[in-house]
């Protein structure tokens, strides 16, 4: 099993920045990709950005490239993920994921991931 807990929601300003993480915890040597997705209220939960452990390819929707960033830390066995020029339709919970499996696709959804986090909530005001 793997464990993963997010931080660093909150409310920020538009325009502002934000730093979330996601720190991994068990069999993380059984990970191959990571993710974030939000979801929020009265909506589906969507992709937001992967990362391949093997390779370190990242792959992000058209709504967050160019202002956001993901990366990990291997070594704390943590992921980030890197918000600027935030939007108040950015305004969702943020949920970190993790999958045993090296996918090469460039088309990620939730049901490719195995464990998820309980979110964190991020909230741009206007």
């Known amino acids: 099993q793997v464990q993963l807990v997010e931080s660093g929601g909150r409310l920020v300003q538009a325009g502002g920045s934000l730093r979330l993480s996601c720190a991994a915890s068990g069999r993380t040597f ?3 990709t990571m993710g974030w997705f ?3 209220p009265g909506k589906e939960r969507e992709f937001v950005a ?3 452990l093997s390779g370190g390819s990242t ?3 058209d709504s967050v490239q160019g202002r ?7 070594a704390k066995k943590t992921l980030y993920l890197q918000m600027n020029s935030l939007k108040p339709e950015d305004t969702a919970a943020y949920y970190c994921a993790a999958s045993p499996i090296h996918y090469t696709t460039t088309y ?3 049901r490719m991931f195995a464990y998820w986090g309980q ?8």
Request: proline share 0%; aromatic share 10%; charged share 10%.
């Open 108 to 110: 990620y959804s939730a």
């Open 50 to 52: 992967a990362i391949s």
């Open 38 to 40: 939000r979801q929020a």
């Open 119 to 126: 979110g964190t909530q991020v909230t741009v005001s206007s």
């Open 59 to 61: 792959k992000y929707a």
């Open 30 to 32: 059984s990970i191959n």
């Open 68 to 74: 956001f960033t993901i990366s990990g830390d291997n």
